[in-house]
């Protein structure tokens, strides 16, 4: 295990909206050759007087691919590179949470490997599905004992993590208050979990929002992000388009679908019911072909000057796999593992 030195100190940023800009990106992905990885001969920083910079650790969301997170983080913690700010969207802030409330990773992993379908249906509320299938009380319950009923204040590492209201499609930035109800939040699924209403409102999965929020963790004060990807065009939006177009078609031709149902009660209940949760697939996708994403931002604007910032990029070899396929958990955790170790020389070349 190396030994880094911890950094102390605040420092003024600015919104990567506002215009700031990274010095460096290098990209971890293990789908190209490591060839075709361009990166300068060294990453600078802004010295905070103690010989290394402040790190903040960005966990993107991507469902089971999410799982390679727990592999970068069994790397980081083994080689001990510090951390000093946490930043997540979806199951990336499951496992940031998780991790910045002093989980250990070991337990982490195993957890992974061995939840099953079975107890995963366990944690389902299933609900009649006014805004989503299920209602989200046993997933927070969950979320409540891997981050041991922390508010945010009490966490070891400093954290935010994003969710998205459904209404605006505008990024929500949690950081006070109960981890647990924020994990929630975040990973609240449209069409399948009911939003999570807090401070008036109705809040959903954060990737929609910031699919790897780099910006937050450099808003908290970060010299040097870690941003975790996960993303794959797997998950293409083309199945919930066909289902959003079926429903306006149903809606133009009601009489068809309500004899294929049946009687008053769907009439009475059904109509003013399915509509809302299908809406919120529909603005899902709206929100998703609309919005700029920030990482995206930061890997565009790389090396064109600035405040000296950084940001390296790790992407794991799990873009194959689908955001439903938790029993693969010890294939993503491996893919991860074998990312980070691959981005070590460039990670210390910051310290």
């Known amino acids: 295990m190396r030994s880094w030195t911890k950094s102390s100190g605040s420092y003024s940023t600015r919104n990567l909206t506002g215009g700031f800009l990274m010095e460096q990106v290098k990209a971890y992905d293990t789908n190209i050759p490591a060839a075709e990885v361009t990166v300068n001969s060294t990453i600078p920083f802004r010295d905070s007087g103690s010989g290394r910079p402040r790190i903040a650790l960005t966990l993107g969301g991507g469902g089971a691919r ?4 727990i592999g970068v983080l069994k790397v980081l913690v083994s080689e001990g590179i510090p951390v000093d700010f946490v930043t997540g969207a979806s199951m990336g802030a499951v496992i940031g949470g998780a991790f910045a409330a002093g989980f250990p990773v070991e337990e982490m992993e195993q957890i ?13 509320d299933f609900i009649w599905p006014r805004r989503g299938l299920v209602a989200g009380d046993r997933v927070e319950k969950n979320y409540e004992q891997i981050t041991f009923g922390k508010n945010f204040d009490e966490l070891d590492i400093p954290s935010t993590f994003v969710a998205t209201d459904i209404d605006t499609g505008e990024e929500v930035r949690l950081s006070s208050g109960k981890v647990a109800r924020a994990l929630r939040a975040s990973t609240a699924v449209p069409g399948i979990f009911n939003p999570v209403y807090m401070d008036g409102r109705r809040l959903v999965d954060g990737s929609i929002a910031a699919s790897v929020p780099v910006s937050a963790a450099f808003s908290m004060g970060a010299d040097v992000v870690i941003a975790l990807d996960v993303r794959s065009d797997v998950d293409a939006t083309e199945k919930l388009m066909r289902i959003k177009n079926w429903w306006n078609k149903k809606k133009n031709s009601r009489k068809v679908s309500y004899l294929a149902l049946s009687g008053g009660f769907v009439l009475k209940y059904v109509e003013p019911v399915l509509p809302e949760s299908i809406s919120f697939v529909a603005k899902t996708l709206e929100f998703c072909k609309k919005k700029g994403d920030d990482y995206e931002l930061c890997k565009d604007t790389a090396g064109s000057g600035g405040q000296n910032r950084s940001m390296i990029a790790i992407k794991p070899r799990v873009s194959h796999i689908k955001w439903f396929q938790f029993y693969k958990a010890k294939e993503c955790i491996t893919a991860g593992e074998k990312a980070a170790e691959e981005a070590l020389r460039d990670l210390e070349k910051i310290m």
């Open 112 to 124: 992974a490997i061995k939840t099953g379908i079975k107890k995963m249906l366990s944690w389902a």
């Open 66 to 69: 999410g799982l390679a997170h």
